[in-house]
């Protein structure tokens, strides 16, 4: 009787339990993709890029993902975080990537208000993982203004890109967003190189 009761009591401590909290983890970009070399700067003003910009979920350090092709309902995961927000984690990305390409005799992401220069402005529109019959992709698309001095645009476009993940894993997810958004990126550089034949740039 007493092997039964306490076998009794185990099983209602077992019941009572909380189930275990899943660990937290933190998610980097991989490297990025260099873009193509100027062979000499394309343009003689410092080129300085902003922290982005994200409106609702894209402000937070959650990943974000759809379990429907059209992603129109997107869910934040508790658990699978950034190791920093999408909107610095861009700018840094993109200053590095423009800084090694030589396309400027300098590319930071501060310069005094009064400094002459190209403003690159950054939108995050949408920068999400989906789940598709074939496996899961994912989906960036950024709206990048780059302003002179006088507040003029030279350019206003929006930039999307997609990427295939290798399997179902958070980690090739990442990965993918990786490729994806250096796709759009690279987009936005052949833009960017443009303007050094421009009178604008120079």
Partial sequence: MRTIIALFAMLLLAACSSPSVPDVTYFRLPPPTALPHADKPLSTLPIEVETFSGEGIYAEQALIYAMTPDANALRAYHYQLWSDPPSSALQARLTTMLRDSGIAP?????????????????????????????????????????????????????????????????????????????????????????????????
């Fill in 106 to 202: 300098l590319v930071t992401d501060r310069l005094p208000a009064s400094s002459q220069a190209l403003r690159v402005q950054g939108s995050i529109l949408r920068y999400e993982r989906i789940k598709r019959d074939a496996g899961y992709i994912v989906e960036v698309a950024f709206a990048i203004r780059v302003e002179q001095d006088n507040g003029e645009p030279v350019i206003e476009q929006t930039y999307r890109a997609q990427a295939a993940a290798s399997d179902s894993t958070i980690a090739a997810s990442v990965q993918a967003f990786g490729v994806a958004i250096d796709q759009a990126f690279a987009k936005f550089y052949v833009d960017l190189a443009a303007l050094g034949k421009d009178s604008h740039a120079g």
